[in-house]
């Protein structure tokens, strides 16, 4: 039974592949305003499994094509009047391209709201450029041509002839703004009873389950838990919940005061949170872990602070502002206590400063209420151990005696702190594009920080505030394997290895001095059976040092003189499965040595948006669109030969251009694969 479905799906996949596909259906429609005022709304319907793409542009130039809006003939008969309002895209985690995308499932509606200063004007003329991919594949980029009627006796109007027209008379369309991705939700944001009724409403935030608010809040707690064992806090406890035990008239009133004292912890810190909230607001915490100027001025303060614990200065804040709250204390009562708290929390800033620096900087990315729900997880680690060792005065004996190892966890925290700035300024260095902080850079700073501070905890570098320990205790011991382990796990990333158990914070392999690894370049220059021989024209080294053509005719021809099989590849740089066919499939040491040896890899982008020059623009056979673009030209192809346009797919080609052995698409059983690629190969 279980074979017969395994069977029945791939028969029923194999079909999927034998045709044109359009997932997408479009309308419009007009509201108007007022006299001048129109709004104009877009609205697509998406096929199950399928997806569309927000306007938003993404965080790197990469990743799936974004919807855009022209809007022709504007000059002289309207004006678009603020941003393209898109109802309602998600964003959602891409393991292939390693980064949020924003996209619609179901439907997508958009509202641009017009001006109209001709009052004779009967229609507005849109092309929509856009995207659709489901889990399997991605269609090439496509226009649709729309007509908005503001005139409802306006009948008989040929959108996309009327637009062709104008792309022929050289019309410059004007480009409809879209939302930033930074305003996007993620896709626990919404609501899932509605988004399956392909209702488009947002819910509030607050009330939704949001799994990034709980991590924060994890993160944020165990921040709170290593700011605890450093020497500016370890020893409050055990002397603040004596202090309270001992003044209270007896132990239910210490145990009333300490889980008081406890709870202003929690206020102060919560209170710190709403403030940056209030101060910035939503949108602007939303930017900040984008920005270059606040990147660069953490991680300046990153390294002061990661200077300050390695012992080279103490960092306090003016020894007034604690002597006035310590005053203040000592009124007694709740105000006392809550004074107290205050204290605590100035006094220990030295080592707390940082960590709940990090914890607003890594909030704000989030924007809405994470920097309150970090500062509520870190306050709550910290008055944790008051509360309860005043419940339980007893557990205080357990307690290990303050000493050397508080340095040692000071010093420790100084290391990755120190580590963690240079991540900073790697954010604010590929922003810029400065190639400053290229990933060997990266590389070797972290790799050294991670051997100092193994020399350290194994006792060979000794620090301003260490003591003459002759000794190591077995968890020194082990952290110190565990750092080492570390900077040696790194070395070989300087060679191009992909270091997966850290990706995301070194820069990525493509932002490298040298991306074949240290000690290796590139040339135009490639190596076949060992031997060495110029690039034939046209072709550069692509995926795996494969030669490759990006020209149709340029491959076949090239082929035709070396006496080779084409493998023609259509492909899309924001195709998932594409890439995931290079990774899993082409990698295959038996399939790789074809593919350098055995046939021309000629890789047919499909969504290029590069122009072609005029001259070379012509009318689609299949669709009636004007071709213009690079992409464009290779979709048609795929689907006047193919009849299909869905990537990846391949196709091995004899000396005439001839199909060898039926095309195949999306492969991810790499013997599969080969079987496909030598029985065609064995056929030319």
Excluded at 347 to 373: N, R
Excluded at 567 to 583: I, P, S, Y
């Amino acid at each position: 039974m279980k074979n017969c479905i395994i069977v029945l799906v791939a028969l029923l996949s194999f079909q999927g592949f034998s045709q044109v596909q359009d997932p997408t259906t479009w309308s419009t429609r007009v509201e108007k305003l007022n006299d001048t005022d129109y709004k104009l709304i877009t609205t697509v319907s998406i096929g199950p499994g399928w997806h569309v793409y927000s306007q938003a542009k993404l965080e790197k130039d990469e990743g799936p094509i974004p919807t855009e809006f022209n809007f022709f003939q504007a000059t002289g008969n309207y004006e678009l009047v603020g941003t393209n309002n898109e109802f309602v895209p998600y964003a959602e985690y891409s393991d292939v391209w390693g980064f949020d995308v924003y996209q619609f499932a179901n439907s997508a509606r958009f509202e641009q709201v017009v001006k109209v200063v001709n009052r004779e004007l009967k229609n507005i003329f849109l092309e929509a450029y856009f995207m659709v991919c489901d889990d399997q594949q991605c269609l090439p980029p496509a226009p649709e041509a729309l007509v908005f009627k503001l005139d409802a006796s306006s009948s008989g109007v040929d959108a996309a002839a009327m637009i062709s027209s104008l792309y022929d008379a050289g019309e410059a369309p004007v480009m409809a703004r879209g939302p930033e991705g930074s305003t996007i939700k993620k896709k626990s944001e919404l609501n899932e009873k509605k988004e399956e009724k392909q209702d488009i409403a947002i819910i509030d935030k607050v009330a939704g389950a949001d799994d990034s608010l709980w991590l924060i809040f994890g993160l944020s707690f165990l921040g709170g838990l290593a700011a605890l064992l450093t020497p500016c806090m370890f020893p409050m406890i055990p002397l603040t919940v004596s202090f309270f035990t001992k003044q209270s008239l007896n132990r239910a009133q210490g145990i009333k005061n300490a889980t008081l004292y406890g709870a202003f912890i929690i206020v102060i810190y919560v209170l710190l949170g709403s403030a940056i909230v209030a101060i910035f607001g939503v949108e602007a915490l939303n930017k900040l872990s984008t920005s270059v100027v606040f990147n660069i001025a953490f991680f300046v303060i990153l390294i002061i602070f990661a200077i300050s614990f390695l012992g080279a200065f103490e960092i306090t804040l003016p020894q007034s502002w604690a002597n006035n709250v310590d005053k203040q204390s000592n009124r007694g009562g709740m105000l006392g206590i809550f004074f107290m708290a205050l204290a605590l929390a100035i006094v220990s800033f030295s080592c707390t400063g940082p960590i709940v620096g990090s914890i607003l900087f890594k909030s704000s990315s989030e924007g809405g209420i994470a920097p309150i729900i970090g500062m509520l997880g870190f306050s709550s680690a910290i008055a944790l151990p008051f509360a309860l060792f005043a419940i339980f005065p007893g557990w205080m004996n357990s307690l290990p005696k303050s000493g050397g190892w508080l340095n040692t966890v000071k010093v420790v925290l100084g290391f990755l702190e120190l580590a963690f700035a240079f991540k900073f300024l790697s954010n604010a260095d590929l922003v810029m594009d400065w190639g400053l902080l290229t990933r060997e850079v990266f590389l070797v700073i972290w790799i050294a920080i991670f051997a100092t501070m193994a020399l350290y905890l194994f006792g060979k570098i000794k620090l301003p505030h260490d003591g003459p320990d002759s000794h190591i205790s077995v968890g020194r011991l082990l952290l110190g394997i565990f750092s080492f382990s570390i900077a040696i796990y790194l070395i070989p990333g300087l060679w191009g290895a992909p270091l997966k158990i850290i990706s995301g914070f070194p820069p990525p392999q493509k932002y490298s001095e040298a991306p074949y690894g240290v000690g290796y370049s590139k040339t135009t220059a490639a190596v076949t059976n060992g031997e060495v021989f110029e690039l034939p024209e046209g072709a550069h080294l692509g995926e795996y040092d494969i030669i490759t053509f990006d020209d149709y005719d340029k491959g076949l021809a090239y082929a035709q003189e070396i006496g080779k099989p084409v493998l023609l590849d259509f492909t899309g740089k924001a195709c998932v499965n594409c890439r995931r066919m290079e990774q899993l499939v082409w990698g295959e040491p038996h399939i790789l040595s074809k593919l350098k040896n055995e046939v021309v890899m000629v890789s047919l982008y499909v969504d290029l948006r590069k122009e072609l020059p005029k001259e070379e623009w012509y009318k689609s056979d299949v669709t009636g669109n004007m071709i213009r673009t690079v992409g464009a030209k290779w979709g048609e192809l795929q689907i006047k030969n193919y009849q299909i346009n869905a990537q990846p797919y391949y196709a091995l080609l004899g000396k005439e251009g001839t199909d060898l052995i039926k095309p195949v698409g999306y492969t991810p059983d790499a013997a599969v694969f080969e079987k496909w690629l030598k029985k065609g190969i064995k056929r030319y």
